[in-house]
Structure formats: structure tokens, C-alpha cells
């Protein structure tokens, strides 16, 4: 789960890290109250949508009074902001935040990441800020520094010297930044996030190093354990169909194609996808209603699938182990007549009660196009939207 920049700020600052001090604003009027109750001269208004690239985008600027403020967003409030990030439809931006400039020296790149391999937190940092690190890896991979954390001896002294050298910082630059890994390593774990990304960490002109930007995402599995956490969920910036599926506590996640998959577990997902592409098209999502799914739940994953209008054709790919080929086929069934489907449908299954499932889907009138395996599913769901490329 992804959160605002300010509230990601709100937390770290709660485990010490230095941040400017600011105040969201979800009208013109509240923004130019903020920018007049932080008392500063000059102040930065920053759109806050779940994406990065707004400096660009025109969605940050620097005011030095409370009507450049409020005009400014007023500006942005209510309408999409385009990056790099958000595709070409945007994001609407629905607040803003006003906080007090900071004199910028050296922008500088901080991340925090669980390293799968390494099996612990790393750190990431480099002295090229305010680019994105992907761009930095790509071009020059010698200007990335990580640091694995033992994850029972935490983060070193040294790690933090060795970083803070790296990035160039001196004196009491050095025990600052140390500090302030501290406090990110410890929201990290404690909030039980997978990322925390500080683009830029910046060294202020008169030398104190401050996270000037902030993006903090959270373990959706661990959420359970932080309610307050789970409150700042924002559903303006999630798709509605993964919404509506995390309701029904499917796992989708919506891609580009137009190849409806509906398929249990995870691998046989993946599988699936990558056999749709094989065949010549594109998955129009990753589908897994889980093991034990019932009717209701194989209804509304068929539902959601149908609700993109991009999809052409659906695939139902279903090995019944724990979950039922009967149970799935009245699932489908009865979701198909709901929604009066329209489109070509797949379906091949494997496994318990198979022989009554296929007898369901006969019995209903609906028009299935049933596959004896799962190349033959693909090469059948492919065919029914008209590309046709054979597999070599
Ligand atoms: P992003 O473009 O969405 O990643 O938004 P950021 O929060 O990173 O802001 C973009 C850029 O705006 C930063 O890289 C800075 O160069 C600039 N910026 C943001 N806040 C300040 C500030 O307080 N002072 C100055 N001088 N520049 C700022
Ligand atoms: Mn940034």
C-alpha cells in the first residue's frame, strides 16, 4: 500500500528523521491559512498524488506569500496532473501541501528496499538526487552505494559512516545522516514497510541534511497489524477493479492486454500469462481467486475481469485441488448470465468433481469454447480474438 508524501513525512518525523515542516490543504483558501501559519518567507506547494515526476510536471513550486499559495493551488486542486508516472489520463490531485522551503545545497538519493536475495533490508543511496535510481542504475551504476542491514545486529556505525562518506557529507553532516538512517531504518521495520524512498535527501546551505521529498509503501500482508496504518489508504489513487477485488480478497493486479484470465494460485497465474503471450496476445490482468474460492467470489473475480472494457476474451484456467470444478463452473455460470456475457469464453479445467463442472457449463445454454490442456486453452482464446500467430 502506497501513501501521500505527507503523510509519509508525518511518520518519519514521529521516528526523528528530519523534515520540513509543513500542512496539507485540499482547498486554495486552506493552502494560503498554511502557508501564513508556517511563518515562514517562502514556502513549497506540492500536489500530492500517489506518484513521482511532479516537479516536472509542474505539480511543486516555491511561494512567498499566502496568495501565490492559494493561487497556486488553485491552480493544481481538482484537476489531473500528468508525469511520467501517472500515464497520460493523470491523477487528479485532491490536496496539496504547503511546507516551508528549504535552501537547497546538494540533492542526494536515500532509498530503503528488501533485498529478496540478500534476504534483509538494504539501504541504497547515491549522490545523484532528484533523478529517479532507475535511470542512475541504468546509466551509471557505479554512483549507487547499498548497504545490507543484518536484521538481528541492525545498521552499523560504520554502514553509516561508509554511506555518509560516499555521499560526500563532512562533519557534523556525518552524525546527522547516521541519525537520521536510524530513524528511517526503524519506521521501516516497525511500520513493516517495503520501501522508504528519500529523492532527494538534501544537504541544506547552512549544512543540516533534511528529507526534502518521501515515499513510504507498505507490506500489504502486514497491514493487519497496523489499522492506523490502513486508515490512510487512499482508494482516489487505487484502480476501482483492484479495490472492488481486495473487497472480495482476490489478488488482481490490472495490466494492458485484452485477454481476461481467471486462474487459482499464483504460479498457474504467472503460467497462464505467459502462455496468452506465447500464443501471440497480451493478459488483460493477473487473476488468482485463491485456493479454497467459492461461487459468490468466483462470480464477483468474473465480474470485476468483464468490467475492463478492453477485454476481448476470457480465459478460465482451473487446476481443483481445494477448490472445486463444480463450485468454479457455477461460479462462472452464474456470474456469465449476471453480466450477459458477450465475449468468447475459454475454459479449461483439471481436477476434483472435473467431469461435474464440465457438465454444469454444458448444462447452462452459455457458450463455452472448453480446451483439453492449457496450450490448447491459449491457442483457443487467442484464435477467438483474431490474432493469429503459430508458436514456434
Ligand atoms: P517529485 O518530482 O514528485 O519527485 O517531487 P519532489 O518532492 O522530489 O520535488 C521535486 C523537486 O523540487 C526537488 O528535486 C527539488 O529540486 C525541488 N524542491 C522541492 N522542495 C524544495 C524546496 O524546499 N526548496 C528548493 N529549493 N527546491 C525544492
Ligand atoms: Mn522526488
Do not use: W
Not at 20 to 43: D, I, K, W, Y
Amino acid at each position: 500500500m502506497n501513501i501521500h508524501e505527507f503523510q509519509a513525512k508525518q511518520i518519519l518525523a514521529r521516528f526523528g528523521a528530519p523534515v520540513p515542516q509543513g500542512q496539507p490543504a485540499s482547498n486554495a483558501a486552506e493552502a494560503g491559512q498554511a502557508f501564513a501559519s508556517l511563518g515562514a518567507p517562502r514556502a513549497v506547494v506540492k500536489a500530492q498524488i500517489h506518484a513521482g515526476g511532479r516537479g516536472k510536471a509542474g505539480g511543486v513550486k516555491l511561494v512567498s506569500s499566502a496568495s501565490e499559495a492559494s493561487e497556486f493551488a488553485g491552480k493544481l486542486l481538482g484537476k489531473p496532473l500528468v508525469t511520467h508516472q501517472t500515464g497520460p489520463q493523470g491523477r487528479v490531485v485532491r490536496r496539496v501541501y504547503i511546507e516551508q522551503a528549504s535552501e537547497v545545497a546538494r540533492e542526494l538519493y536515500l532509498g530503503m528496499v528488501v533485498d529478496r536475495k540478500a534476504e534483509c533490508v538494504a539501504v541504497i543511496a547515491s549522490t545523484e538526487g532528484g533523478m529517479e535510481i532507475e535511470e542512475v542504475a541504468a546509466k551509471t551504476p557505479d554512483k549507487i552505494v547499498t548497504e545490507p542491514v543484518d536484521p538481528v545486529i541492525g545498521l552499523g556505525g560504520f554502514q553509516s559512516r561508509k554511506l555518509a562518506f560516499a555521499l560526500g557529507l563532512r562533519d557534523k553532516q556525518v552524525g546527522q545522516f547516521g541519525a537520521l538512517l536510524n530513524s528511517l531504518y526503524r519506521a521501516f521495520i516497525e511500520t513493516d514497510a517495503s520501501l522508504i524512498e528519500i529523492n532527494p535527501l538534501v544537504v541544506t546551505k547552512d549544512g543540516s541534511v533534511v528529507c526534502l521529498d518521501a515515499k513510504l509503501s507498505f507490506d500489504d500482508n502486514a497491514l493487519f497489524r497496523h489499522p492506523e496504518l490502513r486508515e490512510l489508504r487512499d482508494s482516489n489513487e487505487e484502480d476501482p477493479a483492484e479495490t472492488e477485488a481486495a473487497k472480495f480478497d482476490l489478488s488482481y493486479v490490472h495490466l494492458d492486454g485484452n485477454i481476461g484470465c481467471m486462474v487459482n494460485g499464483a504460479g498457474l497465474a504467472m503460467a497462464t500469462m505467459d502462455i496468452v503471450k506465447y500464443y501471440g496476445a497480451e493478459p488483460a490482468n493477473f487473476l488468482d481467486v485463491g485456493g479454497g474460492a467459492n461461487s459468490q467470489k468466483v462470480a464477483a473475480a468474473f465480474r470485476i475481469l468483464l468490467s475492463d472494457e478492453r477485454v476481448r476474451a476470457v480465459l478460465v484456467n482451473i487446476f481443483g485441488g481445494i477448490m472445486l470444478c463444480d463450485v468454479l463452473a457455477q461460479g462462472v455460470v452464474d456470474a456469465a448470465r449476471e453480466v450477459k456475457l458477450e465475449v468468447p469464453l475459454v475454459v479449461r479445467m483439471e481436477g476434483t468433481n472435473v467431469e461435474k463442472g464440465k457438465q454444469i457449463l454444458k448444462d447452462s445454454g452459455i457458450k463455452v469454447i472448453a480446451a483439453s490442456d492449457m496450450a490448447d486453452a491459449a491457442r483457443r482464446v487467442v484464435e477467438a480474438i483474431g490474432v493469429s500467430r503459430p508458436a514456434s
